[in-house]
């Protein structure tokens, strides 16, 4: 009987070590980072080359995503050289008409029913540990609202504050999660 107590607090012991030993280490926001070896990230002030959005819209998006791998990985935020770096720009800034309400008269036209605010980052990612994990990539969402009801002046903040949630989720998706 004790032999096979030995046995069995010998197994459970090597089985918590093999655990305990694995490098990668899965957190609750389903990153799989090497804390031994990633410790840093640096994020450049993304530029605004879309020639649209509100004014400071490449800042809000900036610090946005430095708040978001602060919040999810246990990572450092440092100035320059991170062992992660992002860097890019927002490329398109555009309100587009989705779909056409008559208007009920025919000497006048049709309006849009929906109108559709679309924004698209291109990204840069650098893993200085892993260079097969670099990759430079566009990432697009959108959201539509209302001209009828509202003018986009009224939920512009809100609606980009949507897609920039979006987007920066599929950021690190597409990089620290890597699923």
């Known amino acids: 009987m004790r032999s096979t107590n030995k046995l ?25 980072i090497d804390y031994n070896l990633v ?8 530029f605004n080359d879309s020639g649209g959005g509100p ?15 602060q919040r999810n990985t246990q990572l450092e935020l440092v100035r320059s050289n991170g062992n992660l770096q992002f860097m890019g720009s927002i490329t398109r800034y555009t309100v587009t008409p989705q779909a056409a309400v008559s208007s009920g008269d025919p000497n006048l036209p049709d309006r ?8 698209v980052v291109q990204v840069e990612y650098i893993n200085t540990t892993n260079e097969e994990e670099n990759l430079k990539q566009s990432f697009s969402f959108f959201k ?22 979006n987007i920066i989720q599929d950021i690190f998706t597409a990089t620290v999660a890597n699923w």
Request: charge should be negative.
């Open 8 to 32: 069995t607090f010998i197994a459970l012991g090597l089985v918590f070590f093999l655990l305990q030993s694995c490098s990668v280490k899965y957190s609750f926001t389903g990153t799989n």
């Open 112 to 119: 849009a029913g929906t109108m559709r605010l679309t924004i």
């Open 39 to 46: 410790k840093t990230f640096t994020v450049e002030n993304f």
């Open 55 to 69: 004014a400071n819209i490449e800042q809000k998006f900036t610090e946005a995503l430095k708040e978001y791998y």
């Open 144 to 165: 539509d609202y209302d001209p009828r009801t509202t003018t986009l002046l009224d939920v512009e903040s809100e609606l980009v504050e949507e897609i920039f949630t």
